[in-house]
């Protein structure tokens, strides 16, 4: 076995659209997650970016278990998760747990921390015997920061940031080697969330996790990290390491989404070269034929209608796009 | 649109000259069962003509409170203006009937709420809902506002207004529900737009798309924008003047390059130092210790002090520290500023 402990191969998630209530007929699909392959490293953190509706949590969900794919294969450190037995996959899951979103509704507000953070063990009863369950939690607590004494305490005596800090050490209960992370910080002030940032830093270093960050707040996924998948409609389009994506974008999507991000230097105001996208991102339901970009791309020729365009390394930039007129431009200044 | 201006200025005492809107030492509680809480303690502010004023702050700061205060659609009870005044033109609206209120509201001051979809009505059509404001407010026929609200459609691009006007704020999305918005908050020819967090529920492409809109409309009719933001990037973007917001006041003031280059307040540092940024890839963010405190038990003394690293025994001590004067067209509420803004 490599250090690859996940990787996914062609990965489709189709939700039915269904008429009629007696005679239930499909007449469409929605195809959230159209072939997805992604590879995690061990110790890495890959960043998954996009905008809403464009399949990242619902990637996101089929990684953990919680949707089926339908159709692709999973592989969470060498074992295919759609094809070993129920028990073999129960105990897979241990491996790759979720942080989610929002730390208000994801937390049961009649549950004490201690409950919250120490319910993986009522399904995983092996991982710790039942003694010394109590001093794990605690230990948890202590380890994202919380004080141990507040064991007893319900989720709505914290604030969002500690809330997304109990959210972390319910994730970190069963010692998982993935962490999947759907976008931990959105919920969060800015001030708060340079906090939340730091605490996986230090649990990826101490820990040896690797992450899935899903965001859509581009300067944080690249402070966190070290490779870059975009989505759109379902697809990656482009994918590298941080730096290729940031410093070297080919895809006119991930171009046209890098431009838009506001820089926090006045100073840079009007030397951006700002792409304002036309339009709404097209129904799932419905995506333009060959290129899924092309609606609302500026360098749309027949071909792209015509030719859906790979994932595939194209030009001297090295790294792979989707796009027939792949073409590194300078969109991020670095600012100083 | 001349006519569009006929029944306006019924207001008495408006002086052209004044200044579109100031807001002076102003203060809002809202009363509740577990004590009060002091959203508001005194915000001052100007607005010029054609500026655009960002409030910055985080989340609980008042700056919503503040904007609903100054439109006069503060929730009350059991929120309460105690203090201040808010002037348009030199008039202060606190003083006036609600009926003559009325006539600012949507006309002379207008609003751009955050989510679209809870500030339209979803059982009329939007057609329906911006020729209200011109059937209203202008006492125009359905059929003259009927076309009215189709060229406001036009204005803020959205395609085939003519067929869209018909249709419910459901079947549009989120970008273009942002867009029938300004389209409404723009229908009176309005002198101020006060935009309360416009482009936070919206993907950064689409927010790319609203806030260059923005920026045309407002150049176009030399309209005061105030807008309210936790983004630091947006206002880094569009700002001229920003104000920062924490527990209720105002803790620095100063033109958007001053403050970027050089902050004189720790809460505003703090905040520039917790963007994650290129230069400090793989290094620890440095964050602002805990957290913002609760408006019904703010600490005595500077609000700030419990997180803030120049904290001495000064700043524990009541009364918080007021704006000082660090350069003539900027102010900071620290006592330190000297030392937080440095000397370069």
New interface residues.
Partial sequence: MSDLVLETRNLVKHFPLTRGIVFKKQYGAVRAVDGVNLELRRGETLGIVG??GCGKSTLARMLVGLEKPTSGDLFVQGKNMSKVGAEERRRGRRNIQLVMQDPYTSLNPRMTVGDIIGEPFEVHPDVVPKGQRRAKVQELLELVGLNPDHINRYPHQF?G?QRQRIGIARALALNPEIILCDEPVSAL???????V??LL??LQNELGLSYIFIA?D???V???ADRVAVMYLGKVVEIGT?DEIYESPTHPYTQ??L???????????GLRD?I???G?VPSPANPPSGCRFRTRCWKAQDICAEQEPLLQIRDKSGHPSACHFAEVRDVVH??? | MTDVNVKMDALAGVDPNALPLQVKNLQVEFRTRNGIAHAVNGVSFDLRAGETRAILGESGCGKSVTAQAIMGILDSPPGFVTGGEILYRGVDLLKLPESERRKVRANRIAMIFQDALSALNPVFTVGFQLAELFRKHRGMSRQDSKARAIELLDLVKIPAAKQRVNDYPHQFSGGMRQRVMIAMALALDPEVLIADEPTTALDVTVQAQIMALLAELQQERNMGLVLITHDMGVVADVADRISVMYAGRVIEEAGVDEIYASPAHPYTKGLLESIPRLDLKGQELSAIKGLPPALTNIPPGCAFNPRCRYAQEVCRKDPAPTLFQVSPSRTAACHFWKEVKGDE
Avoid: F, M, Y
Wanted: hydrophobic fraction near 35%; glycine fraction near 2%.
């Fill in positions: 905008e809403s604030s940031g002030d800015v001030s708060i969330q340079a906090q940032i730091n830093e230090k859509h581009l300067s944080v690249r402070h966190i941080e046209a989404l431009s838009a991000v506001p820089v926090p230097d006045p100073k840079l105001r700002q304002v996208l036309t709404d670095a600012t100083e």
